[in-house]
């Protein structure tokens, strides 16, 4: 889910901009890319809270198909030039983004027991963004570049999308896990040693 999310924020001002793209001003672009960040804001919370009541995996997956399918409209949108459609196609895939990234602070850290569930989330979380986001404009670029057009990169954008519903699918649900429990405090000191006197 890194791939699209870099892509959206980050390739999509140089190729707005870029003479293989519609070569709109890049305000225009960041423009849109900022009214697709506004848009993410209230979609995330919705998200968030659907996962609280219907599950992690199914709205996570969900995101992750839609975004899938609409990787091949973003960039037609882009390339009309028109600031409604550059904010439309930016605007809905970050919706989709929203879906997973929604539910995934939680899905994540219920992964994890609370004795390493800080651990496990940081290490997870920043490992997923160095090697699927960071690289993930380099790669687009380097695909337009090769092809000459904009499909190959939806085609990146939509494998990635499937790897991320195969990763979730194998999971298990954790919403309402027991792993998010905390001990009471007069249990919890009672578990740590006392040093040998």
């Known amino acids: 889910m890194q791939v699209p999310f870099y892509i959206l924020i980050a390739f999509v001002i140089a190729y707005g901009t870029g003479a293989m793209g519609p070569h ?10 900022l009214v697709g ?16 009541r219907y599950g992690r995996r199914g709205i996570y997956m969900a995101g992750a198909a839609l975004l899938a399918a609409w ?41 994890f027991s609370t004795d390493v569930r800080y651990s496990g989330v940081s290490l997870g979380y920043q490992l997923g963004a160095i090697l699927g986001g960071a690289f993930a404009p380099i790669i687009a670029t380097a695909l337009l570049t090769e092809y000459r057009r904009t499909v190959g990169i939806s085609i990146y954008m939509a494998i990635a999308c499937a790897i991320t519903i195969v990763s979730i699918w194998l999971l298990q649900e954790t919403a309402g896990s027991k792993n998010n429990i905390i001990l009471p405090v007069k249990a919890a000191s009672s578990a740590i040693r006392r040093p040998a006197q």
């Open 71 to 111: 990787s091949f409209a973003v960039f037609p949108l882009l390339d009309t030039g028109s600031f409604l459609w550059i904010c439309v196609g930016i605007g809905v895939a970050q919706v989709f983004v929203a879906m997973m990234y929604g539910p995934q602070a939680a899905f994540v850290s219920e992964m």
């Open 37 to 52: 960040a506004v848009v993410m804001v209230p979609s995330l919370l919705i998200a968030a809270v659907w996962s609280d």
């Open 24 to 33: 709109v001003s890049r305000s225009t672009m960041l423009a849109g890319v």
